[in-house]
């Protein structure tokens, strides 16, 4: 064979070559295309399946706040008949009698507790829920709280004590929501001690933020149960809790305030010895919330 048969035979070759892969290269293409078609009807899917869930979280937040508005009327007139009924102004009541209607009104508080969470949780899934930050004396909200706990503290056996930062240090965020979610954890620790102490205390941070703390000597909280005991509707199964009911709400509606605030909530607790539910926020709340 000559060079030129060699030179041709090789040309030959080098043309196959080259028409098996362009052959490849256009059998790639069009399973590219293929799925990228996939791909842009998989996002047109999503894109209409995020839509759709966010109009029935919508539609659930609005029944939801409407459903809650509508109890609290009802439930505000039996709160305030049973008190009415308490205080005797229409005549005495027995003693079973008596009993009946704390029974009523204790029903009706856990009820409007649970009304005023859900609330509360659907305007922020709603985004309806908005801060409004303003100057507070620290030494005002620890005054607030003494004053809301001290009527309902009836356990000789247990102490509320609160310690507060020395000086005066002012906070700029929102206190209402602060203080509902201090109320909240010193709620649950009170009821969660049976005698000992609850102890509230706040310390500032070097980083800008201050931190509010709430000791308890209770039954404390199972170490299995610490990973969502901030989740809605979770409830630590314990020997007082089936005497004690609450909504489930109350811790998970805290983180979500505490973030709102710019925040976070923890909670470090041993079986039989007592928790410490916390609350760390700036004291000056960012410009911008999201």
């Known amino acids: 064979m000559t060079l030129n048969g060699y030179q041709r035979s090789d040309a030959a070759a080098l043309a196959e070559r080259l028409a098996t892969a362009e052959s490849e290269l256009e059998a790639l293409r069009e399973e590219l295309e293929t799925t990228n078609r996939g791909v842009v009807a998989l996002y047109a899917e999503l894109e209409d399946q995020a839509e759709r869930l966010r109009h029935a979280s919508e539609l659930k937040s609005r029944f939801l706040s409407y459903i809650s508005h509508e109890f609290r009327t009802p439930l505000g007139a039996i709160k305030s008949l049973s008190g009415i009924l308490l205080d005797q102004m229409d005549g005495p009541l027995s003693a079973e009698q008596q009993k ?72 700029y965020t929102d206190d209402r929501k602060l203080s509902q979610i201090l109320r909240n954890f010193i709620s649950n620790a009170l009821k969660f001690t049976p005698q000992g102490e609850v102890r509230v205390r706040a ?88």
């Not at 829920?129 to 030494?139: D, I, K, N, Q, R």
């Not at 509010?212 to 990973?227: A, N, Q």
């Not at 199964?237 to 909530?265: D, H, I, K, Q, Y």
Request: hydrophobic share 40%; proline share 4%; glycine share 8%.
């Open 203 to 290: 310390m500032i941070n070097n980083d800008g933020t201050v931190t509010f703390t709430v000791s308890d000597t209770g039954i404390g909280i199972p170490i299995e149960s610490l990973t969502h005991i901030f989740d809605d509707f979770t409830q630590v199964e314990t020997p007082l809790n089936r005497r004690l009911r609450g909504t489930g709400l109350g811790l998970s509606l805290c983180r979500r305030l505490a973030r709102l605030l710019g925040g976070e909530v923890a909670v470090e607790s041993t079986l039989g010895a007592g928790s410490t539910f916390s609350v760390t926020i700036p004291l000056k709340i960012p410009a911008v919330q999201s």
């Open 100 to 171: 009946q209607v704390r029974f009523v009104r204790s029903s009706a508080d856990e009820l409007l507790e649970l009304v005023n969470d859900q609330l509360d949780l659907a305007k922020l899934e709603a985004g309806r829920l908005t801060v409004s930050p303003a100057w507070f004396e620290m030494v005002d909200l620890f005054s607030t709280l003494r004053g809301m706990f001290k009527p309902i503290l009836l356990n000789e056996n247990l102490s509320l004590t609160f310690e507060e930062p020395r000086g005066d240090v002012k906070l």
